[in-house]
C-alpha cells in the first residue's frame, strides 16, 4: 500500500519547491513530478514539511511527589495532532537506581505511543556504577545525557559530578544536556520568599531570576570546555543564558540552546494574575520572563545562535497544580505545550516575519534532528527517509481551548490564543494520523529510535581537544632543586 502526497509545495530547512512525494511503507520512496501511488493525499496550497520532533518531554513522570499526566499514548496523541511525529523524553533514574533497571521502566510506560520517540538518560546521581552503565546506555541507542543543575536535594548534581559526567560523554561520545539554573541560590531565594510571607506563584519567578540561570549556564560551558564535549542547554529562557551560548559559539565552542514556545509567547506577567489557579497552572522553570527577553530568544533564533524549539511538556492537573497552595515551592513545576508548539511558533514566527518557513523547519525538526546524530532518517523530506511528514495548511485557523485538546489535562496555557497554520494530514512513518483535521492515531504504533554516539560535532572537537591538550616538556640539564 502506497501513499502518494500531490500538488503541495516541499519546504524544508534549506529549500522550497513543488513536487510530488510517494510513500511506500515507512518510508519516502521517490520525491518527484507527476508520481502516483496507491491512495493520494492532496495537498493543494499546502507545504509539505518534516514531522516535527520535540526533543524535551516528560510524559508520566515522576516529579515532585506525583506524576505528570500525560503519559505516552495522551502525548504522543496530541503531539501527532499538533503534526509532531517524535518526542525525546527524559529517562530519570531515582538516586541509587541503575540507568539499565530506568531504561526498563521507560520502555513499559512507552509500549502504547502513537508516535516515535526516543530518550536522553538523565543523570541524577553520581557513583562507579553510573560511571560504568553509561558505556551501555550509548550501547541501547540512547546517547544524550541530561544533567539538572537545580532542584537541590532532588535531582540537582553537583560541579564536581557534572564535570566527571561529562568527561565520561567525552569518553563515550555522548552529549550532555543541562537545566541550567544555580540549585543552591534558588533554594535560598525560594526559603527567604517564604519567610516573607511570599507563598504565591508569583514567589515561584522571583526566586529563579534571569541572572541565576545565566550564571549557571555559563558554567556548565565552561566545565564541557574543561571536558572536551558539546554542550546542549535546555529551556533557555532569558538574555543572560542566550548571552553566554552566544559568546561560547563566537569562540568556535559546540554549544546549543534550545528554547521553548511557551517562554517565546508568554510572559511573566502571567504569574501576577489574580487567579491563583491561572498563575499556578504556568509554574515552571525558568519561569516565563518579561518582553526584552522573548525578543533575544527569536533574535537567537533567526541569528542561528539558538538552534531548536521545543516544549519541556510536564502537564500537570490544576488539582495537582493545588499542592503548592500556601507553599509555592511545592507547586509541580512544568506546562504543556506538545500539541500547540507548531502552530504556535508558526503564528508566532512564520506569521509575523521573524522566522522564514525554512527556519521554522530547521528549529522544529531539522537541527534537532541533526544534534541528536538521527537524520536524515528524522528531520529530512529525503528518499529513504522515515516518512514522518505534515501536509500544513497556511490558512487554516482555531483557538485553542482545553476543550477540544488531546492532552490529558483541563486546561491550556495558551487558551484563547487564535492560530493561524495547521496541519491538515500527518503521517507517521507512512500512517495517516491526522486525517484531514481529524486524529486518528493508533496507540503502540510509535517505535524506540536508537541514536549512534560520536556525532561528527563530538568527533571534531575531541580531535581538536587532543591537539591542543597539554603536553609535558622534555628537557635535558634540569638545574637541581633549590631547597
Ligand atoms: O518546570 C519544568 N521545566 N518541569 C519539568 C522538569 C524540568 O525542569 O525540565
Ligand atoms: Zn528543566
Ligand atoms: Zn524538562
Ligand atoms: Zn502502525
Redesign the pocket.
Known amino acids: 500500500m502506497s501513499n502518494v502526497i500531490k500538488n503541495g509545495t516541499i519546504v524544508t530547512a534549506d529549500r522550497t519547491y513543488k513536487a510530488d512525494v510517494l510513500i511506500e511503507g515507512d518510508k519516502i520512496a521517490a520525491i518527484g513530478a507527476n508520481l502516483s501511488g496507491d491512495q493520494v493525499i492532496d495537498a493543494t496550497g499546502c507545504f509539505v514539511m518534516p514531522g516535527g520532533i520535540d526533543p524535551?518531554t516528560?510524559l508520566e513522570?515522576p516529579?515532585m511527589g506525583t506524576y505528570s499526566s500525560d503519559d505516552f499514548e495522551s502525548g504522543t496523541r496530541a503531539a501527532l495532532s499538533g503534526g509532531t511525529t517524535m518526542v525525546v523524553d527524559f529517562c530519570l533514574p531515582s538516586p541509587g537506581q541503575s540507568l539499565l533497571e530506568a531504561i526498563d521502566m521507560w520502555s513499559n510506560k512507552s509500549t502504547r505511543a502513537c508516535c516515535d520517540y526516543s530518550y536522553h538518560m538523565a543523570i541524577t546521581w553520581w557513583g562507579e556504577q553510573v560511571f560504568d552503565e553509561m558505556p551501555k546506555v550509548v550501547e541501547k541507542g540512547i546517547t544524550s545525557f541530561k544533567h539538572?543543575m537545580?532542584?537541590k536535594g532532588a535531582l540537582m548534581v553537583n560541579d564536581d559530578e557534572m564535570l566527571a559526567s561529562f568527561q565520561r560523554c567525552a569518553e563515550i561520545g555522548g552529549l550532555p544536556l543541562v537545566?541550567a539554573e544555580n540549585g543552591d541560590v534558588v533554594a535560598s531565594l525560594q526559603q527567604k520568599l517564604l519567610a516573607e510571607g511570599n507563598n504565591g506563584p508569583e514567589a515561584h519567578a522571583y526566586s529563579r531570576p534571569p541572572e541565576v540561570e545565566g550564571e549557571a549556564t555559563n558554567r556548565a560551558i565552561m566545565i564541557a570546555d574543561m571536558a572536551g564535549v558539546p554542550l546542549y542547554v535546555?529551556?533557555t529562557s532569558c538574555e543572560q543564558s542566550h548571552e553566554a551560548i552566544r559568546r561560547a559559539r563566537q569562540k568556535g565552542m559546540r554549544v546549543y540552546g534550545e528554547p521553548l514556545v511557551q517562554h517565546l509567547v508568554l510572559d511573566e506577567t502571567e504569574y501576577a494574575n489574580p487567579d491563583w489557579d491561572h498563575a499556578a497552572r504556568r509554574v515552571?522553570?525558568p519561569p516565563f520572563r518579561n518582553k526584552q527577553h522573548q525578543d533575544s530568544l527569536w533574535a537567537g533564533l533567526s541569528a542561528g545562535s539558538l538552534q531548536v524549539v521545543a516544549t519541556?511538556h510536564?502537564a500537570f492537573t490544576t488539582e495537582q497544580k493545588r499542592f503548592g497552595v500556601g507553599d509555592f515551592t511545592r507547586i509541580p513545576?512544568?506546562?504543556g505545550g506538545l500539541e500547540d508548539r507548531l502552530p504556535v511558533l508558526w503564528t508566532y514566527g512564520v506569521g509575523t516575519g521573524r522566522l522564514t518557513m525554512n527556519e521554522f523547519v530547521a528549529v522544529t525538526s531539522t537541527n534537532i534532528a541533526k544534534i541528536l546524530n538521527m537524520y536524515p532518517k528524522k528531520g529530512a523530506v529525503v528518499e529513504g527517509a522515515d516518512a514522518d511528514l505534515i501536509v500544513w495548511d497556511p490558512e487554516a485557523t482555531k483557538t485553542i481551548s482545553a476543550g477540544s485538546q488531546q492532552s490529558a489535562i483541563d486546561y491550556n496555557v495558551f487558551e484563547g490564543i487564535t492560530v493561524k497554520g495547521l496541519p491538515k494530514y500527518v503521517l507517521t512513518r507512512g500512517e495517516i494520523a491526522v486525517d484531514n483535521g481529524t486524529v486518528q492515531a493508533k496507540p503502540g504504533h510509535g517505535q524506540f529510535v536508537g541514536r549512534e554516539p560520536f556525532m561528527a560535532v563530538s568527533k571534531a572537537l575531541s580531535t581538536w581537544k587532543e591537539l591542543v591538550a597539554p603536553r609535558k616538556v622534555e628537557r635535558s640539564g634540569i638545574p637541581a632543586s633549590g631547597v
Open positions: 524535551h516528560h513522570m516529579f539538572f537545580a532542584y537545566h535546555v529551556h515552571m522553570s519541556d510536564c513545576n512544568g506546562t
